[in-house]
């Protein structure tokens, strides 16, 4: 199995002499089925302004492109959590030293969509959350499935659904995503940002992201929008 290269010139490359991934099944593709909401949630009436949470599930590409579909969500910013300012870097967390995980801060409108249902579509079609730091066809603990929480009430509803689920037997293997708080968030560089949408037919792209978004607007179409919010404005 290959691992994703993060390069704009690498893409060019890769593309020129037709490379297709060997990947197997992530996410969107073992999963692509519903899952039980969360019992424990923040109800529209209670919320208050716009929101952020922050989930790692490995490649940053397909998590910000997944949720940028999501009706509610403002803005998702790719980027890293776990580690220090100093390391969030993209050749350095790759050395898979750091602490860091590559990570989306979503904004959202609570009153649109809640931080429960969100973590709905975080374990049903963002990502697997039974695969032990890695996703697909990426190795390491920067792929690693991961809920930063930036409240009390974040953690809650997030040990909660893990309960939930695990105790409902929901997935075929044990849930192996991690709850800590959040320390930092830190954005990724130019080029990582809205890569999804600037770069569709990219075969990493294609084999292991495009299907996430394919499931969110299959599975769970009342969270499904067309056109996806970004942060160039690129469509």
């Known amino acids: 199995m290959h691992t994703k290269i993060k390069t704009l010139a690498a893409a060019l490359v890769l593309a020129a002499f037709g490379w297709a991934c060997q990947a197997g099944p992530v996410g969107a593709d073992a999963l692509n089925q519903p899952i039980p909401a969360p019992v424990l949630d923040t109800p529209a009436a209670e919320a208050k302004g716009l929101q952020t949470a922050v989930l790692a599930g490995g490649c940053f590409w397909g998590m910000q492109g997944m949720f940028q579909h999501v009706p509610g969500v403002t803005k998702v910013v790719a980027g890293y ?12 967390v790759s050395t898979e030293t750091t602490g860091h995980a590559e990570s989306v801060e979503i904004t959202f409108d609570p009153k649109k969509i809640s931080y429960g249902q969100l973590l709905r579509l975080y374990f049903a079609v963002a990502h697997d959350p039974t695969q032990l730091n890695r996703q697909g066809p990426d190795h390491g603990p920067s792929y690693r499935s991961e809920i930063f929480f930036t409240s009390p009430s974040q953690e809650r509803i997030a040990r909660a659904y893990v309960e939930q689920l695990t105790k409902g037997k929901i997935f075929g293997a ?4 991690k709850i800590e708080p959040l320390k930092g968030f830190y954005p990724a560089e130019d080029y990582h940002q809205d890569f999804l949408i600037r770069n569709p037919t990219y075969p990493y792209v294609v084999r292991n992201d495009l299907p996430k978004i394919d499931a969110l607007k299959r599975v769970y179409p009342e969270h499904y929008r067309e056109t996806p919010v970004s942060l160039t404005g690129a469509r």
Do not use: E
């Open 81 to 92: 959590s776990g580690g220090t300012k100093a390391t969030a870097h993209y050749d350095i």
């Open 174 to 177: 044990s849930i192996v995503t």
